[in-house]
């Protein structure tokens, strides 16, 4: 950001530095300076200084200009606050609803299908875990979630496994809430073959913060692998009772990693580890041994995730052939990575002012079928589970948490119905016109960079 420099004196202003000072200084850097070694009396000038934390938190520090005025140094204060593309620390109200809210239970799904899910692990063979120099092989846990007709002596699937649940409130600092949830764990998928979304989920994120999403989806036909990306993934547990944490530091504490190598490395880890998830679905669809032999359609299969995700989702369904159509849920954008396509794309945004350049980039590119949902009043975290745990917390616009988490589920499912499952279109939903949903804002064609294009 800029401030502007002035020499309200009657003669010529010598400025001898200019430097960052204070707490934490190395997190600004002065990288536009225009007003150089001297300025004359009456004149302005302007000097940028440029906030790039490594890690989540408080950054506090000044912009220093030691001059030949009697006044010299004169500073300018900073501060910023480094979120972690999940959320911003700090946040008292959500630890509060969360000990408010200590049992609780996801969100009843509308389908006509009960929920079953169950977790696999997969090894890459042919891959080495590139955040680890041991030579290790990659390992994914993938949790899945599918339609069952069992109903007789349903085990109750936990939200998460016990020992992930109580790190991931340690790390938020607060008794780890009771959850129910919709699901019978390992039970039998239904007759048929199906449709499959495959999920990434946000950065240092896990497989389950987006449950009452999954469960929804598999309520209505659809089998969901929501992919644990290891190391990355705040914590993750396998079938053998070995807990993995994220090397990457976590949204739920002051330790993230949030620079561009961090970051950028993730991505790619992640796009990995989909094309392996992929080839590992291919593989389970023709396994005697595999629950899911026969079950999955892999010629109706999506790419979706939310924030990191949301980009992951973009370049996902760009490189990898197989994907059929994506969904960013309040995804980064790819800028100038993102290439055209003739795919069907969804873009669901949960924050204000979201047409800026990279996003009018990205939807010129869309050359199939599009879709740009915009939840007004929400948050970053609004289409998480953070929505229900942490209800009264999150924003939820004017029509609360049921019918805001309902939307979320209606927009999704009702892209995958028709661009993916064969289903008529919803047209009321899909135009906009849904009285049930009155701050969703519907576009097919916005006005980008200045072409003439309609939104409803």
Known sequence: MPTTLTNTGSSVLSITAKTITGLTPNAYTVVNDMCGATVASGSSCDISVKFAPG???RYF?????SDNDISSPQQVPLSGTACSGIRCFGQADIRSA???NAINTVPTPSGPNKVGTRVIDLVDSMRSDPYHATGA???????FWYPTAFTRGCKPAPYASSIVWNYLAELERVPAP?????SCQDAAITLGTHPVVVFTHGYTGTFTDYTFLFEDLASRGYVVASVGHTFETTAVEFSDGRMVKSVLGSHLGNTLRIDGESTSLAVAVRLSDLKFVMDELERLNVSDASPFAGKLDLSRIALAGHSLGGLTALLGVELDSRFRAGISIDGVMPGSLFSPTDKPIMMLFARGDHWDADTC??????RGPRLAVNLKGTEHLTPSDAVWLANGAIKTGTVGMTRTAGSVRDYVAGFLDANLNGKPMDDRLLMGLSVNYPDVEVTTQPSCGGAQEDTQ
């Open 98 to 100: 969360l000990v408010r």
């Open 361 to 366: 980039h990205l939807w010129k590119g869309l």
């Open 137 to 143: 092989r990659r390992e994914l846990a993938v949790r």
């Open 55 to 57: 890690l989540a938190g």
């Open 61 to 65: 520090a000044n912009l220093t200009i």
């Open 178 to 182: 009771r959850v129910k949830t919709n």
